[in-house]
């Protein structure tokens, strides 16, 4: 969270920095893949160095499909010593980055408003993440289910959609711990999902959960997001 006085910004963090530590700020929706962000960059003519944008994910937790296990890595190879099985660099490598292509094109589909063509290449998504073995698996899942219940809300597929964005969120807490701010508008949409479907149940506690943690990150004041939020929620 942060905001200027005069010509002073001020900013507020929700974790300890040690002194002369960069910090970033985003220019757009940092919520959207690393892909699209720096698309959206491309087009302001800027590009971004900070360590979200530049660092490599794929290695990052390799997973074993079959068990779930986290995978061994050493010299260019991935052992799982539960199913005895290994894999390569270059495979994991391959997989991710077809991953990573299938999100994209189901999210280009998806705003389109193509959610039929969408929804099939999610298909293919879930197909692969039962197949394959991939790095940082919980970013490609959380990912996988929002985009879901995205297509199924679309098509009004409604315990579909509510079905799917209950595992996103769950999947984006477990892969952020509850210290990435994007959990914050994945719990806002899924207020406004069971509002919109006549859920009415859950709504107040997943609203309460979003505007707490929307405090923790954002010190509860005016955000980039906050008026977005309340649009959504109709408050
Ligand atoms: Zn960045
Ligand atoms: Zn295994």
Redesign the pocket.
């Known amino acids: 969270h942060w905001y200027i006085v005069g010509t002073v910004m001020f900013v507020r963090t929700v974790v300890g920095v040690p002194a002369g530590t960069e910090l ?1 700020i ?1 220019y757009i929706d ?1 919520w959207n893949s690393r892909e699209e ?1 720096s698309r959206l960059l491309a087009e302001r003519d800027m590009r ?7 660092a490599s994910d794929t290695f990052d937790n390799v997973r074993c499909h079959q068990c779930g296990n986290e995978m061994r890595g050493s010299e260019g190879a991935w052992y799982c010593n539960t199913c005895d099985r290994t894999t390569t660099n270059a495979q994991v490598e391959r997989a991710s980055a077809e991953l990573r292509e299938q999100l994209q094109t189901a999210d280009d589909l998806g705003r389109s408003g193509d959610s039929h063509s969408a929804y099939e290449i999610l298909q293919e998504v879930e197909r692969a993440l039962q197949h394959e073995d991939v790095g940082n698996p919980l970013a490609f899942q959380s990912h996988y289910f929002l985009r879901m219940a995205h297509v199924s809300a679309e098509v009004k597929d409604k315990p579909r959609a509510l079905q799917y964005m209950k595992m996103g969120v769950a999947c984006l807490m477990e892969h952020s711990q509850g210290r990435v701010a994007g959990v914050v508008p994945a719990l806002v949409r899924l207020a406004s999902l069971c509002a919109r479907f006549g859920q009415v149940g859950p709504v107040p506690q997943v609203t309460k959960q979003a505007m707490g943690l929307h405090k923790t990150f954002f010190g509860g004041g005016q955000s980039l997001f906050y008026e977005r939020f309340r649009a959504e929620l109709g408050l």
Do not use: E, L, W
């Open positions: 970033t985003p940092f962000r971004c160095a900070c360590s979200r944008c530049q």
